[in-house]
């Protein structure tokens, strides 16, 4: 009997109306399109203006759009596992309204966060509940409502951020292709680089915490993009050394959209031509939990089944990992 391993076999995704370009950034903080362009490899944002809106919508947009591709019967998922950095409450899980709104009654949830890391995190939590044959469809959800926690006059930040959603199924394979290797760290000394601040346990909310705007991500740049590209590029060249993986065998690298020039550091690190790069970050900005599912559902009729997939992130904490992924279907 061939090893049982973890397949996507659908994929979903949902972005909310509203564009925020750059052109209108500049009249909002001192910025400019070239500047950012330049820097970030980011042209636009999608942004979820609606009131009473959160997280959730995003998630349950973009699930729903994967149910109705797939024709998948709800009722038949047994896990929902929503990676968010963005819930929309403390206390209440999350996941636990998503997998009720979409109709999945039959199936536990949670939340689980690891910042810009979160999704990765995510397939390896999922892969293992498949390969132990405990639950054969699991709904992986990547979402996040960064507007939320964004100062649109701290131009360090509004620039890169932006909201949406994006939702694989996944699903048990013997057919030798779905998960096939994963390589994940963490270095909780670098959380005062990236996070924010109040509202959390450490420094709950009060006048003087928002008062002094300490409500909304901030972020050490110069340190988060050192370490970002050194170690985004140095788990992707392990995880191919490991598995005996030559850079031509490589079909696509699906990274973290967190800023252009990190992927591209990344893809130079592993030899790789720029063909073989999946980028969408131009269109949404970082998108947290979400951008690597994105990038699934944009570049899902470009993937072919038995594709050498290496998917890598870095995310605040620090997190960070690469995995190695066989592509399941022709779509």
């Not at 391993?5 to 659908?10: N, S």
């Not at 939340?111 to 509940?129: N, Q, R």
Request: with cysteine.
């Amino acid at each position: 009997m061939n090893k049982v391993t973890a397949a996507i076999t659908a994929v979903g995704k949902y972005v909310p109306d509203y564009v925020l370009t750059n052109k209108e950034l500049e009249t909002m903080v001192e910025t400019n399109d070239e500047w950012i362009t330049s820097r970030t490899g980011i042209k636009e944002r999608r942004i979820l203006k609606d009131e009473g809106k959160g997280t959730s919508y995003l998630a349950i947009k973009s699930a729903e759009n994967l149910i109705e591709k797939s024709n998948l019967d709800p009722k038949e998922i047994e896990l929902v596992i929503l990676c968010t950095a963005t819930p929309d409450m403390q206390a209440a899980s999350t996941g636990a309204y998503v997998a009720t709104e979409i109709g999945a009654v039959n199936a536990f949830s949670f939340d689980l966060e690891s910042a810009c890391s979160s999704f990765l995190y995510g397939l390896s939590v999922a892969a293992a509940y498949i390969e132990s044959g405990r639950y054969k469809k699991i709904l992986l959800i990547g979402a996040d409502k960064n507007s939320s926690m964004i100062d649109y006059t701290d131009r360090a930040t509004c620039i890169i951020f932006g909201d949406g959603a994006g939702a694989v199924l996944v699903e048990p394979t013997d057919d030798g292709n779905g998960l096939q290797d994963e390589f994940m760290r963490t270095d909780g000394s670098g959380r005062e680089f990236l996070n924010v601040a109040a509202g959390g346990s450490v420094m709950p909310a009060t006048e003087e915490t928002v008062r002094e705007r300490l409500h909304f991500a901030r972020q050490d740049g110069q340190t988060v993009f050192k370490n970002a590209v050194f170690n985004m590029a140095d788990v992707c060249e392990k995880i191919l050394v490991r598995n005996d993986l030559k850079n031509e065998e490589v079909d696509w690298l699906a990274a973290h959209q967190a800023n252009k020039r990190i992927v591209e550091a990344t893809a130079r690190r592993m030899d790789l031509d720029a063909s073989k790069v999946m980028l969408n970050i131009q269109n949404y900005g970082n998108t947290t939990s979400a951008t690597l599912p994105l990038l699934l559902a944009d570049y899902e009729k470009q993937l072919k089944k038995g594709d050498n997939v290496i998917f890598a992130a870095f995310g605040g904490g620090f997190s960070w990992g690469s995995i190695y992924f066989k592509w399941c279907y022709n779509s």
